[in-house]
């Protein structure tokens, strides 16, 4: 079984519509993060939690919501979907070790919004 | 400000031939790791290498081998002998501020038999 799995993988949306998208972890991993990757841009950081009780902004968090249900479970919400938030998403996650810190991704939801 | 610039947007070789993805990193912290990841046409990201500041010693992985030089900022990863299953876009980043990645745009590689 993949240590990083997102659901769902993918999705076709309207203008309007919240969405959840869910990311779980077996890794054991105290980190998780949320990235959306745009053709051209790379993959751009929108939340991140470096533990259960914690939520940070990234770089493009406007648009969208997190939740960190528990150690192995961390969702992006967007509240009401536009088209310009079509994109790929990855979920990641990384052990606490500072620096060293390397992050390990789940396959990605390719969202659609119509 | 921490930035990542990868100034080869597309590359394409034929199979055999080496290739060097070039990556050009900023930052102001003095202890930093910087990553390749793999991108294969199926979508996933595979990590490939971490490497820290502190070690500049260059490292090879069977045809895989990177060369970091903090001189230049540069962090960059040859192909030796391309293969078709090599074609795939490759991600630098910088890792900050204690576990955040920032990327690079991108290289998409494209190996022809």
């Known amino acids: 079984d993949a240590d990083v799995t997102q659901t769902p993988r993918n999705r076709i949306t309207k203008t309007g519509k919240r969405i959840m998208l869910e990311c779980s972890q077996t890794?054991?991993?105290?980190?998780m993060y949320w990235y959306r990757q745009d053709p051209g841009l790379g993959l751009r950081l929108i939340y991140y939690?470096?533990?259960?009780?914690?939520?940070n902004k990234g770089e493009i968090s406007d648009g969208y919501s997190v939740s960190r249900q528990a150690q192995a479970k961390f969702s992006l919400s967007l509240e009401s979907a536009i088209p310009n938030q079509t994109a790929l998403y990855f979920c990641?996650?990384?052990?606490?070790?500072?620096?060293?810190?390397?992050?390990?991704f789940g396959p990605g939801t390719r969202l659609t919004v119509l | 400000a921490q930035k990542v610039t990868q100034a080869q947007t597309e590359i394409s070789v034929v199979e055999k031939e080496d290739v060097t993805l070039d990556c050009v990193y900023e930052?102001?912290?003095?202890?930093?790791?910087l990553f390749w990841y793999k991108q294969p046409p199926s979508g996933e990201l595979v990590f490939l290498i971490r490497r820290n500041s502190f070690d500049e010693q260059n490292e090879i992985s069977g045809r895989y081998s990177w060369n970091f030089q903090k001189s230049t900022s540069s962090f960059n990863f040859t192909i030796t002998a391309s293969q078709v299953v090599d074609s795939a876009v490759y991600f630098c980043?910088?890792?900050?501020?204690?576990?955040?990645?920032?990327f690079g745009q991108g290289t998409e590689l494209s190996v022809k038999p």
């Open positions: 990641a996650t990384s052990d606490n070790r500072g620096y060293d810190d390397t992050q390990y």
């Open positions: 930052t102001r912290d003095t202890t930093y790791y």
């Open positions: 980043a910088l890792n900050y501020q204690g576990g955040k990645l920032i």
């Open positions: 939690s470096f533990d259960v009780k914690d939520i």
């Open positions: 890794k054991g991993h105290d980190r």
